[in-house]
C-alpha cells in the first residue's frame, strides 16, 4: 500500500524549517521533504528528505506517484529582492514550479477521489499601494484591494493564488467527468521574524536582520527609511496559521486566499523595541531607494477578519510577547 504522506517543498527555508518541526509531531503521516538544499543537521531524520529542484518534473512525478500525498504545503521560492535580480529564474522557480505542482495534485486528487490539499504561502507583496497617502489611509487592506503588485515575486504569487483557484474550482472544465478537484487553500503573509533562522532575499528581512545583528553585537544599517511601515508576524504564528488553514473543514471557507497579520510597525519602531533588549545596539538608516519603493509599495497593515471568522485566526504573539517571550529570549540564547 502506497504511504499517506505530507509533502512540503523548500523546506530549508525559514517556513519551512519551523514548519517540518510541528508537521513531524503530528500523528499518523510520513513526511516527504524537497528541497535544493540538504536538511540543516538537527531536522535530519524528521523526514524523507529530496535534495532536488522543483523544476524537476520527473523527480516530481515519481514522488506523486510513489506516495499518497494528502497534504502539500509548496513553500519552495524565490524572495522579492532576490527575484528582482533574477526575475526570469524567478518566473521559473515560483510560476512554473508552482504550475508543475498543481498539475501533479490534480491528478493525485483524481486518481484517489478524494481532495488533496494544496497549502500555498502567499505575501504581502501582492499588494502594490499607489502612493504614500494612500497607504496611510487605508492602513488594513483587504484581500481583494489593491492587487497591483510592484515586483516580479509579487506577480508571480498573485497569479499563483489564481492558478490555485482555477484548479480547484474550473480545470477540465469542459471534460465529460472532470473528476475530485484539488483543494487549494492560501494565507497571505506578512513579514515573517524567526528566532532561529535568518532570512535572505526578502524585502521585509530589514525587521529581523537588525534584531540578529543586535544580538550578534555587530552593527546594521537599515535599508529603508525610519517611518516604512508593514506588517510582520512571528515565526510560530505563520507556522500555526498554516497548520490551522490546512486542518478546517472545507465548508468552514468561504474563500480561498486569506490574509493573516500580527502587528505592524516602522521601522523606526523595530529598532526601539530591538534597543529595549540590546541598548548597546548600532542601527542606523542608510535608505536604499529601489528596495524602500518596494516596501512603499506594501501594504501598512492587513485586514485578517475573514480568517478569524471562518477559522478563529488569532495571532498568539502581539508586539510586546513576540519580542519578551520568543525572540529576545530565542536569540540571546542563539548567540551566546
Ligand atoms: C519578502 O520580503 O520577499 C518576503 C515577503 C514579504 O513575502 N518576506
Redesign the pocket.
Known amino acids: 500500500m502506497r504511504k499517506r504522506v505530507v509533502f512540503i517543498t523548500g523546506v530549508a527555508g525559514e517556513i519551512g524549517q519551523a514548519l517540518l518541526k510541528e508537521v513531524a509531531q503530528a500523528e499518523g503521516y510520513q513526511v516527504v521533504t524537497l528541497d535544493l538544499q540538504p536538511l540543516p543537521r538537527e531536522l535530519q531524520g524528521l523526514s524523507h528528505h529530496i535534495q532536488g529542484d522543483i523544476l524537476n518534473q520527473s523527480l516530481l512525478r515519481r514522488l506523486i506517484t510513489e506516495y499518497d500525498v494528502d497534504t502539500i504545503y509548496h513553500l519552495a521560492a524565490l524572495?522579492?529582492?532576490r527575484a528582482e535580480f533574477a526575475p526570469e529564474l524567478a518566473h521559473r522557480v515560483n510560476v512554473d514550479g508552482t504550475l508543475a505542482l498543481l498539475q501533479l495534485a490534480a491528478e493525485q486528487s483524481e486518481r484517489r477521489g478524494v481532495p488533496v490539499k494544496f497549502i500555498f504561502p502567499s505575501?504581502?507583496?501582492v499588494y502594490g499601494m499607489p502612493d504614500q497617502t494612500v497607504k496611510q489611509i487605508n492602513p488594513q487592506v483587504k484581500e481583494w484591494e489593491w492587487n497591483e503588485p510592484a515586483t516580479m515575486?509579487g506577480c508571480n504569487k498573485l497569479y499563483c493564488e489564481r492558478l490555485g483557484v482555477y484548479f480547484s474550482h474550473n480545470y477540465q472544465q469542459l471534460a465529460a467527468n472532470p473528476g475530485t478537484r484539488l483543494d487549494f487553500r492560501c494565507v497571505r503573509?506578512?513579514?515573517?521574524i524567526s528566532a532561529f533562522t535568518v532570512?535572505a532575499?526578502?524585502?521585509?528581512?530589514y525587521g529581523p536582520e537588525m534584531l540578529h545583528a543586535a544580538a550578534q553585537r555587530r552593527p546594521y544599517a537599515c535599508f529603508v527609511r525610519e517611518e516604512a511601515t508593514i506588517p510582520f508576524m512571528a515565526m510560530p504564528d505563520a507556522v500555526t496559521g498554516l497548520r490551522a488553514l490546512a486542518q478546517v473543514p472545507q465548508e468552514a471557507l468561504s474563500r480561498r486566499i486569506y490574509n493573516i497579520t500580527s502587528f505592524s510597525l516602522s521601522a523606526g519602531e523595530f529598532r526601539s523595541q530591538v534597543l529595549n533588549a540590546f541598548p548597546n545596539a548600532e542601527i542606523t538608516f542608510e535608505p536604499d531607494a529601489k528596495r524602500q519603493a518596494i516596501v512603499d509599495s506594501?501594504p501598512a497593515g492587513l485586514n485578517d477578519e475573514a480568517a478569524r471568522k471562518d477559522w478563529g485566526w488569532q495571532p498568539a504573539y502581539d508586539i510586546d510577547r513576540a519580542f519578551a517571550e520568543y525572540l529576545v529570549p530565542n536569540i540571546r540564547e542563539r548567540y551566546r
Do not use: E, K, M, V
Open positions: 524572495l522579492s529582492t505575501s504581502i507583496a515575486y503573509f506578512p513579514g515573517l532570512p532575499g526578502g524585502t521585509s528581512d506594501w
